[in-house]
């Protein structure tokens, strides 16, 4: 039983991520009084053993009401590296009420020999890359950012989101359903028998998504890679350890 050193705390967990799931594991193991939260952009978000609250705060002051009604001591920041907004919320309510925040934050994938991408800065510049003639294309980027590529309608998409499409989609295209974390395995087999030969990636970082990325590789299928929005300057760690002494605790070892 780990016992918490220094003034009470109650943390709140902005989560979503596989990486926020197993901060929440540790936590909770650690007896932690904390809150985990999710978007709410999907239907059947995984349990987390921590009480749990769903959907947005509403805005900055929302946030900011949130953490002096709950009394949370301290944020983890534990969100999607394009989840810009709810970051840049998080630094400000943060501020606004003088509460310690700290981002759990994976490191982007690096370019590795043999890797073919295209580095762009956005959503646009993705479309913009493409070629015109027709092919097949893979849009790993989920529903939320997928209309630009009407503009390029030519192309055969294959698109994946974690629950069914709702409605029509702006453009024709096969949906995978399917929340990952995904396989090599599974990624070549699917990258073979589509033909895929782009794919459309952001840099999340992370072993949730990486295996498409392997896939390419090995595939020599080229990646237009789009690159992580800018963030304020705030606390950062890459690993769950560091966020547990930040609270005040050691993991178990190998934890
Ligand atoms: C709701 C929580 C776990 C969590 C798994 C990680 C890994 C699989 C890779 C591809 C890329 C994508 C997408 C993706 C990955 C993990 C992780 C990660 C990318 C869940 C989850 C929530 C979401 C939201 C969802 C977004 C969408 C993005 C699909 C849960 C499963 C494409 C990001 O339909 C929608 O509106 C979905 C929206 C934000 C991006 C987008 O803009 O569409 N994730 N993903 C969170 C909430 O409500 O707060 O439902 O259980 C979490 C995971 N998604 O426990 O193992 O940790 O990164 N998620 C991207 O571009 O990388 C899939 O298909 O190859
Ligand atoms: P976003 O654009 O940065 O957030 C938009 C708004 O959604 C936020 O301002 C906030 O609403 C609400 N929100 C986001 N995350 C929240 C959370 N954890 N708890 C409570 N409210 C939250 O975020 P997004 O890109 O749509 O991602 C939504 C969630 O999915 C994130 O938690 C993220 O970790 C997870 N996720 C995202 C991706 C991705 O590719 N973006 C990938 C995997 C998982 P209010 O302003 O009303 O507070």
């Not at 749990?52 to 949370?72: M, P, Q, S």
């Not at 300057?233 to 993991?251: A, I, N, P």
């Amino acid at each position: 039983m780990m016992v918490s050193q220094g003034s009470t705390i109650r943390a709140l967990i902005l989560g979503g991520t596989a990486d926020a799931g197993q901060l929440a594991a540790e936590v909770a193991r650690a007896r932690i009084d904390a809150v985990y939260s999710y978007g709410g952009r999907t239907r059947a978000p995984a349990d987390q053993p921590l009480p749990t609250r769903i959907g947005g705060f509403g805005g900055v002051n929302g946030l900011a009401d949130t953490i002096r009604g709950e009394g949370i001591t301290h944020v983890i920041d534990a969100t999607h590296p394009f989840a810009a907004e709810m970051s840049r919320n998080a630094i400000q309510a943060c501020a606004q009420t003088g509460t310690q925040l700290i981002a759990l934050e994976r490191a982007p994938w690096l370019k590795a020999p043999g890797d073919n991408w295209i580095e762009v800065t956005d959503i646009n510049a993705a479309v913009a890359a493409l070629p015109a003639a027709p092919t097949n294309v893979f849009l790993a980027i989920g529903r939320q950012h997928i209309a630009p590529f009407a503009g390029k309608p030519q192309h055969a998409y294959t698109l994946r989101f974690v629950d069914p499409p709702e409605g029509s989609l702006p453009f024709a295209a096969d949906v995978i359903v399917s929340r990952g974390p995904f396989t090599l395995q599974s990624e070549l087999e699917m990258m073979r028998a589509r033909e895929i030969a782009w794919i459309v990636a952001r840099n999340s970082g992370g072993d949730g998504a990486r295996a498409k990325i392997d896939a390419a590789r090995m595939l020599g299928v080229p990646v237009i890679m789009i690159s992580r929005p800018e963030l304020p300057e705030r606390r950062r760690v890459e690993s769950v350890t560091e966020v547990m002494q930040w609270l005040g605790h050691s993991t178990r070892l190998g934890a």
